[in-house]
């Protein structure tokens, strides 16, 4: 039998830490630690080397960004833990400051979200398995952005759907689910993206998010 997976929580709320951590454990997931400010976040994340952490941005000491501090140290020293932001406000910025060069692994969800278990029990499953779990709201704002030389001006409105879904972390199959077409079509859309937005296969990385790292580097432009 495998091993359960393990997680380490951070949140300054103690209802909220309570009610994720029962979420988590109710789902099979071991929450090895729960801290309420981002110094011990990264001191227990290191001690216990869990698969997954989960962490709020604005959190003690500063209540400023924190968690996202934190996390990015974590990842620094570690990159192959998975991690999960989670923001009571949509701040697309941080989103774009988190995940950097590489989505892999990396969550980021609206608090409000958590409401519903099973999306941050997709969301883990989603970052351990090295995928992305962007939350739909952000991504929205990222391509809903207005920029002087915009480089999703070229796409089609289904173009710029198939976009949004690659960039959540969904695969071509999820893709053609969501828009209830064939996973050709959504092939077909998603070479189109790159002819346009001048993004070759290579240039874009390696592996499934391959495309979600090109995509979401260009956003951050």
């Known amino acids: 039998m495998s091993q359960p997976l393990r997680a380490v929580l951070g949140e300054d709320q103690p209802i909220m830490r309570e009610g994720i951590a029962t979420i988590l454990r109710k789902a099979g997931i071991d929450v090895v630690a729960a801290v309420d400010n981002a110094v011990d976040l990264v001191h227990v994340t290191q001690k216990h080397l869990p698969d997954v952490v989960i962490t709020d941005i604005r959190m003690p000491p500063n209540l400023e960004a924190d968690g996202l501090e934190a996390v990015r140290k974590i990842r620094a020293e570690r990159p192959e833990t998975a991690v999960i932001v989670l923001s009571q406000f949509l701040e697309a910025s941080y989103a774009l400051d988190l995940v950097g060069d590489d989505p892999s692994g990396i969550g980021y969800l609206l608090k409000e979200k958590v409401a519903s278990p099973q999306i941050?029990?997709?969301a883990v499953e989603r970052v351990v398995a090295r995928d992305s779990a962007l939350d739909p709201d952000v991504i929205s704002a990222l391509l809903g952005r207005k920029?002087?030389?915009d480089p999703l001006a070229a796409l089609t409105p289904k173009e710029r759907q198939v976009l949004a879904l690659m960039a959540e972390g969904h695969s071509n199959t999820g893709i053609s689910k969501q828009l209830f077409v064939s996973v050709a079509a959504v092939?077909?859309?998603v070479?189109?993206?790159f002819l346009k937005l001048g993004l070759s296969q290579t240039a874009a990385g390696?592996?499934?998010h391959r495309?979600?790292?090109?995509v979401l580097r260009?956003?951050?432009q």
Request: hydrophobic share 25%; charged share 25%; no cysteine.
């Open 206 to 208: 390696d592996g499934q």
């Open 218 to 220: 260009y956003l951050g």
């Open 191 to 193: 070479t189109g993206i």
């Open 120 to 122: 941050i029990i997709d």
């Open 187 to 189: 092939e077909r859309h």
């Open 211 to 214: 495309r979600v790292q090109a």
């Open 147 to 149: 920029r002087p030389q």
